[in-house]
């Protein structure tokens, strides 16, 4: 097949947070594409096949412009760039980058970084209910909190609440010291940490204080009608179709209500139902419910856990066609 070579044009600021710490994005590159990219004096060329060429040009203009609009490029944002121009959807990157939710304490913005994240965001300004649905890392809980935070600074709600199911990571913890405050603080945690991180601890505790931020277990949920008000419930899947039912029908006049959860990963008693796959199942269909799924494509923490999320996936689907294959071989009345 043919080969050819081509220039791309990268601001010299610019070039090194493309570039990457010791060009390892550019190597990257070089892999996925079978192609050598050289720099001389500020001349990028790339060559190679002619397909291979055009996609390493795409990939790097994309990054290029994310760069000048003063994006730090991270090794997520490579490996999305080459996974959307495999699939002929090039400039997905720039698109969701225009997207900015809000900005942390310390100024750094906020957006969604894949197009399941994207799709997610935009589910949530437009319905009443949305169900986030993935693995680890997608930005589930936190690009939520990111848009209860906005609406609550631009008055669209009067207070945030947040809540969870107090349930043990397949461990037992035992007793815990202290009120009742400090027992169920280990269980939010990770709340919290999105909550400081966006909203900055001193604000955080001023509207904490005032009520109008609330962190709390589910069954604090029971008994009460929730109106003007963000609610997230994080962890779903640990909730049972009880919980769930309760939470849902708490839901009142000018709320939001985004809830999360990784079906992967429930912590119930073995042979208890999810909550969160019995809503799956019920809620389908109705005006202003949103079912949004990410997968292991979307996960935008380091990208190990992504590749470590991808392969839970091939082995869940695998042994869940293995027990179907068995399940089918064992004749009709007999038990295994």
Known sequence: ????????????????????????????????????????NGEIRISGKVLSVKKAKAVIQELTELSIRGNIIQEQNVDYAITMSMEENEDVLLEIDQDCICHTISGK??????????????????????????????????????????????QEVERIILTRPAIEAGEK????????????DPYLRPL??????????????????????????????????????????????????????????RIGFGSKVIVTGDASQKDLAPGTTSGLDVAIRVLHGIDEIEFCRMSSRDVVRHPLVQKIVKAYENYEAKESNSSKKRSRNIPHGKKQ
């Not at 044009?9 to 947070?17: E, L, R, T, W």
């Open 173 to 184: 913890l035992g007793f815990l010291p202290g009120d009742l405050q400090s027992k169920v």
């Open 1 to 40: 097949m043919e080969e050819i070579s081509e220039v791309v044009s990268v601001p010299s600021g610019d070039q090194q947070n493309v570039f990457g710490q010791f060009d390892c994005h550019i190597k990257k590159l070089e892999r996925q594409f079978k192609v050598s990219i050289v720099d001389r």
């Open 192 to 249: 919290y940490d999105a909550l400081y991180q966006i909203m900055g601890a001193e604000t955080f505790m001023k509207n904490m204080e005032k009520g109008l931020i609330e962190v709390a277990p589910l069954a604090y949920m029971r008994g009460r009608t929730l109106d003007n008000a963000y609610i997230i419930l994080d962890e779903a899947q640990n909730t049972t179709p009880a919980q769930m039912k309760m939470f849902l029908t």
């Open 109 to 154: 913005p906020i957006k969604p970084k894949t197009l399941g994240q994207k799709q997610y965001v935009d589910a949530i300004r437009k319905n009443m209910i949305v169900f986030g649905l993935g693995p680890a890392g997608t930005g589930k809980t936190y690009l939520a909190m990111a848009m209860a935070i906005t609406a609550f600074k631009n």
